[in-house]
């Protein structure tokens, strides 16, 4: 018995350490169609709890407040996107040493396809891009996969489930699996041009140059303006 505790202790260990979060995802999106040709800017504003005071409390630290700009070009069921993009980030708080670090600032420089299908009166998004990230100190590149599927409810209010998957790529990726992300949303429509979105979405992340892990569990809120 004390060999089979010891085994899995040790296999614990070697596995590294995990860190749970809570955390709010909230998003500004405008967008306006010109023939093929859609023309979109967002911005992003995360916050996270503090596991110092309380798991629950998901808005006392700042996580990330991120901006976007995408042009793309849709045809029947294809669309090709190029964004450009600013993130400034804050570290999850899992440990001590992570009050320590400062926020980093990255660039992002993402091509990307997506290919829709209706399936029943629901729609399936596949998408696939390639960031290719610049920070002060290095520069990494990484592929996000995203399957996606928008199921009506009613007239006015629609289900969105996501799964996406993110690899590290070159140049200079320190890791093969990056991270996954489940998700899904409550979507109402006001007018057709104007969505809200509210829902959760667990992300699963691979620390840099670690064995370490994070799990995040997020409240995702949204508003988003076709003009």
């Known amino acids: 018995m004390k060999k089979i505790v010891l085994f899995l202790f040790i296999t614990h260990v070697s596995m590294g350490q ?39 409390n998901f808005v006392q630290n700042p996580l990330l407040d991120a901006q976007r700009f995408t042009v793309a070009y849709r045809h029947e069921k294809w669309q090709f996107s190029f964004a450009t993009s600013r993130w400034h980030s804050y570290q999850l708080l899992g440990k001590e040493a992570d009050f320590e670090k400062t926020p980093t600032v990255e660039w992002r420089f993402t091509p990307g396809v997506e290919f829709f299908q209706k399936i029943n009166k629901g729609t399936f998004q596949w998408r696939t891009q390639y960031e290719y990230r610049i920070f002060v100190d290095r520069t ?7 399957f996606q599927y928008r199921q009506p409810i009613s007239k006015t209010n629609d289900l969105v489930f ?19 992300q489940l998700g899904i949303t409550f979507n109402h429509f006001f007018t057709k041009k104007l969505e809200s979105e509210i829902g959760y979405r667990y992300i699963y992340r691979k620390r840099r140059n670690t064995t370490e892990t994070d799990h995040e569990d997020a409240l995702v809120v949204g508003l988003m303006l076709r003009l």
């Open 140 to 146: 990494a590149g990484r592929f996000r996969q995203r």
């Open 162 to 180: 996501l799964q996406e998957f993110l690899f590290g790529s070159p140049p200079n990726s320190t890791k093969r699996y990056d991270q996954n």
């Open 18 to 56: 995990s860190y749970s979060h809570t955390s709010v995802w909230s998003r500004l999106f405008l967008s306006k169609q010109l023939g093929n040709w859609i023309i979109s800017g967002d911005v992003a504003y995360r916050r996270q709890n503090n596991y110092h005071d309380s798991k629950l």
